[in-house]
């Protein structure tokens, strides 16, 4: 199913646009430098062929014929056609592998002139088997741009002089490289894939961009034991798919997969791809919907409301759209890549299930904070120091397939998030979103935490949490500058053994509101700090993890209130500020 998905995909791309994907035999890879030579061979220029992306020089994307694929001892000996790094194009190499770069290079000629018996057929063939077998490098050596060759390693092809395309690219080259292809694997059978009689395929090309996975690429269909074997059969052989099916999924998913692309998106250790059955705004926006762009902030906004019924972009989206949509999340796993999450639905399915998940999200907060909080910032929030890398394993795939299928979330969401809030002592939005939209999942027909303050909710947890938020804010404003908050000291036993904790709390509020010179205040603080108690019968000796997770909700739902209340007196207190920041 996935790989028939992703076949299609490329079909599709292909009848769109015929230069929208690499043709058969054919792959997207940067180039860094291409060497310019005449006619005869000679050489001409070293031309830079980077683009700058973001900070770094990166070589554009062109479509040469399909990258070999490397491994084992003797993988020096795997050149590709007409394009490689300087060790197999030049021989040149660091001083150590100075004679495997000059074996490497023996290799790249040898494909040359085995792929091509007859190179006279084209001039752009013939100039370049002239210029490799002349072995007169140095101008090249000494070109102003070499230096960077070597610093970035970057691959290097060729272009004849006066020629806009490589010369890989020119039809003659093309059209015999895929009559080559054709001729290759006698092994013929019914393709898994389209179904077709097709030569079979005994390995699949490598898949590059999986976050994690090897640099060199990886494989998703992979029989490297001799333990998966079945049969006697070898590699691919035990799962028999035809040239033009292997093709079609392996470009589809390296297409998606590419730098700078709009349909992927990184979940924790997940590199997501999505991809419609046909031409759909939804395949264009779905990234806006679950991932904030830092550029533009607004855009994320504007996709979110377009879930709602707004119209964005000429078109709002339906819950009977019924155009085929694919999610799949792809993880390394040594040297071959594992499926975390695949999820066929249509697009109306996935846009209602999205919409769900912001509203069970959605929770009151201060201005200045993003409405909509994408899927990375959720997950960082309750991983060490957060960075991605410490973002438990699995967690970033289960919840994704929670917000497209609508779903629980994973418990371990409130167990993350409550952990950080006791190890930082800081109750942040993207925690406090997370804890309430798994209660309300987990409880979705019962009375939950809402989106602002509820005077009215009993739950023990709930109501604890807003007394501590407002003993807190008695000991703020009895101490104006204060460093460190009795929330610093003892929202961990506060939230978990409230016995141990807020009779000693009770009897410090005392003490606070006596100092304080406004008695006004003290008197609202006071009348306040008594509402809460008379929902309160007594203080429970422990709270389960569900009331951990409502006390935090009560403790962030009344600090945001104190923070209204200071916004409309136009002088905000400085610790609230920062609660949720």
Known sequence: ??????????????????????????QPVEIGFVIVLDAGGRFVDLDDNRDRVGKKLRGTPEVVPQAAKRSGMNSWQIANLLWDHPGYVLGVGEDAKAE???????????????????????????AVLRFLEAGEFIPVLQHGHWPEV???????????????????????????????????????????????????????PVIKGVWGAQSSGANIVSFNLQAFNSFGRDQGFNAPMGQQGVFG????????????????????DASTVFWAGREHVFEDDFLDFLEINHDDPDRNT????????????????????????????????????????WHPATVGEIAGS???????????QASGEVPFLGVSRLLESIALQGKRENIPPNLAGELMRAILTDTPYPWTLLTGAIRRIRAE??????????????????????????????????NIGYRLGRLFAALERAQETANPGLNATIRDRYYGAASATPVTVFPQLLKLKVHHLAKLENRGQAVNLERLIGE?????????GHLTMEDQGRFAIGYYHQRQQFYKKAEKSEAPHQSEQGESA
């Open 150 to 204: 070597l610093k970035s390693k970057a691959n290097l092809s060729f272009r004849l002089q006066g020629d806009e395309d490589l010369v890989c690219q020119r039809p003659a080259v093309r059209r015999a490289i895929a009559a080559t292809g054709d001729e290759a694997d006698s092994v013929r059978g019914q393709c898994l894939i389209t179904g077709e009689q097709d030569a079979i395929q005994r390995l699949h």
């Open 532 to 540: 809460i108690i008379d929902g309160i019968d007594g203080f429970p």
């Open 249 to 268: 999924y392996t470009s589809a998913l390296n297409h998606l997969l590419r730098p700078g692309s709009r349909q992927r998106l990184q979940v924790g």
């Open 354 to 364: 999205i919409a769900r998940h912001f509203e069970d999200l959605c929770l009151e």
């Open 1 to 26: 199913m996935i790989l028939q998905s992703l076949h299609d995909y490329y079909q599709r791309k292909v009848a769109e646009d015929p230069k929208a994907m690499a043709p058969p035999g054919f």
């Open 302 to 341: 504007e996709a979110v409301r377009s879930l709602y019924g707004s119209p964005w972009r000429g078109k709002a989206i339906t819950a009977d759209d019924a155009t085929p949509f694919f999610v799949l999340g792809l993880a390394p796993n040594a040297a071959r890549i594992s499926v975390r999450f």
């Open 425 to 458: 002592r800081r109750i942040t939005h993207p925690r406090a979103a997370l804890i309430k939209a798994v209660l309300v999942r987990r409880n979705r027909h019962q009375q939950e935490v809402g989106v602002s303050l509820d005077t009215e909710n009993p």
């Open 100 to 126: 495997q770069a000059q074996r490497q290079h023996q290799s790249f000629i040898a494909l040359l002139r085995e792929t091509f018996p007859e190179p006279d057929f084209d001039p752009g063939v013939a």
